[in-house]
Structures are given as C-alpha cells and as structure tokens.
C-alpha cells in the first residue's frame, strides 16, 4: 500500500473527485482532501491511498496534469516527523 501526496488542488476539490480520478489507474482505499480545522475550507492538498503498482502507475501520468484548471503536484507522501514531547524552554531571569 502507497500513500500519495496531491498537492496544488483546487479549493473546490473533493474527497470524491479524488476518489475518481485515481480510481481510473486501480482501486483507491483512501482519498482525502485535507480541511482546514477552522474554516473547513480546503488546504489544497490531500492524500491517496492505493496499492504500489496503481500508486505508480498514478503518479507518473498525474504529476504535473492539469486538473479543475490547477497544474497538480503528485508524489509519493513523506511521513510526518513524530513530535517529540515537551517544548523547550526558554530560561529567563535577568542578567
């Protein structure tokens, strides 16, 4: 299984347009568009979870087409770094 990175949608995207446009290259197990948590309004990006073969296949002939008038960024998706507790601190006092 392959996570997919889409990135450069366009605001109106949705988890289902995804869903059909990967789905075109195999079977698609996950598609989302990510939202802001505030708003709710889309980030213009979102993720494609596929298996290996489909991801490729997928990436190599979306990279870079143009899709609802938006040029698309596909690649394969970077885990995210695990934050890793407790925050630095800032020290203080005088001097």
Not at 87 to 94: A, E, L
Request: overall charge negative; proline content about 1%; hydrophobic content about 30%.
């Amino acid at each position: 299984m392959k996570k997919l990175y889409v990135g450069n949608l366009s605001w109106s995207t949705a988890d289902a347009d995804l869903t059909e446009m990967f789905s075109q290259f195999g079977e698609v197990t996950s598609a989302r568009v990510i939202t802001d948590r505030e708003t709710g309004r889309s980030r213009g990006f979102g993720f494609v979870e596929m298996d290996d073969s489909s991801a490729e296949k997928a990436m190599k002939e979306l990279d870079g087409q143009e899709f609802q008038g938006r040029n698309l960024r596909v690649n394969e998706a970077q885990e995210k770094p695990r934050r890793t507790g407790g925050g630095g601190g800032g020290g203080g006092g005088r001097w």
